[in-house]
């Protein structure tokens, strides 16, 4: 059993996706210990939702993008229960202090400890 978790948010996955970013290998060379990639169900129901709601086809491209890859890479779907998609992520961020969320969103960066972000030269860094 992995105890860190690193934890994926929809703006990750969209960014990722648009600018073809393999954020697989990239955690992979960031991360010095045991992990395992999951995504909550909130943050899949979201892309589902952008796929066919968004007006910009780059958007429903990405949205789509995003969740292939999380199916091709067989990234773990959880559950943690929270009534919005960012209330999940922090209740199974804060489950564990070891546990990461990937995320561009500035809040959710504030209340969270450990982050993944990218940068401006699209690298992927470590918070705290």
């Keep these: 059993m992995k105890d860190t978790k690193i934890i994926l948010d929809t703006n990750f996955?969209?960014?990722?996706?648009?600018?073809?970013?393999?954020?697989?290998?990239?955690?992979?060379?960031?991360?010095?210990?045991?992990?395992?990639?999951?995504?909550?169900?909130?943050?899949?129901?979201?892309?589902?939702?952008?796929?066919?709601?968004?007006?910009k086809e780059k958007d429903k491209t990405a949205?789509?993008?995003a969740i292939q890859i999380l199916k091709t890479?067989?990234?773990?779907?959880?559950?943690?229960?929270?009534?919005?998609?960012?209330?999940s992520i922090i209740n199974l961020s804060q489950e564990n202090?070891?546990?990461?969320?990937?995320?561009?969103?500035?809040?959710?960066?504030?209340i969270l400890g450990r982050v993944i972000l990218i940068n401006r030269g699209k690298k992927l860094m470590l918070t705290k």
């Design 97 to 110: 202090k070891k546990n990461i969320t990937a995320t561009l969103d500035r809040e959710m960066r504030q």
């Design 13 to 55: 996955l969209i960014y990722c996706a648009k600018e073809k970013l393999d954020y697989v290998e990239e955690i992979s060379k960031l991360i010095n210990e045991d992990y395992e990639l999951v995504v909550p169900e909130k943050v899949i129901e979201e892309l589902e939702r952008l796929k066919i709601k968004t007006k």
């Design 73 to 87: 890479n067989k990234i773990k779907k959880v559950n943690p229960g929270g009534e919005t998609v960012d209330k």
């Design 63 to 65: 949205s789509d993008l």
